[in-house]
């Protein structure tokens, strides 16, 4: 099935963030999200779904088990199991990105402090 951010299911989270669900499984989750310019998600982890962060455009911030990367677009990060992390807009533009997880990541959500 062709899809894109035209037809795909679509909700707003955190500051004004927002994100397309490509593809919506209980095994696979593939979704397109937006941030603007200086935005974070939560410092989080999750007990079973790995993640693969793929940056459209811009620069993404992360914190991954407290290291600070910058991953430039065209560039990705593989995410596993159990590690803290949370992504950061500190750019002055959006943040465009594809965020995968194998298995779906929903319910799988720890919240860190």
Excluded at 46 to 73: D, K, R, S, W
Excluded at 78 to 86: A, D, K, S, W
Aim: with cysteine; net charge negative; aromatic share 8%.
């Amino acid at each position: 099935m062709i899809t894109s951010i035209a037809t795909a299911e679509h909700y707003i989270w955190g500051e004004n963030c927002e994100g397309w669900h490509l593809v919506k499984t209980p095994a696979l989750s593939i979704i397109q999200e937006r941030m603007p310019p200086n935005t974070s998600e939560q410092l989080h982890y999750h007990e079973l779904a790995q993640q693969f962060f793929f940056i459209l455009e811009g620069t993404a911030t992360f914190v991954v088990n407290g290291q600070t990367l910058m991953v430039p677009a065209q560039h990705g990060l593989h995410i596993l199991p159990g590690q803290v992390h949370q992504i950061i807009n500190q750019t002055d533009t959006d943040l465009l990105f594809t965020v995968t997880s194998q298995p779906t990541s929903r319910g799988d959500r720890v919240e860190v402090n």
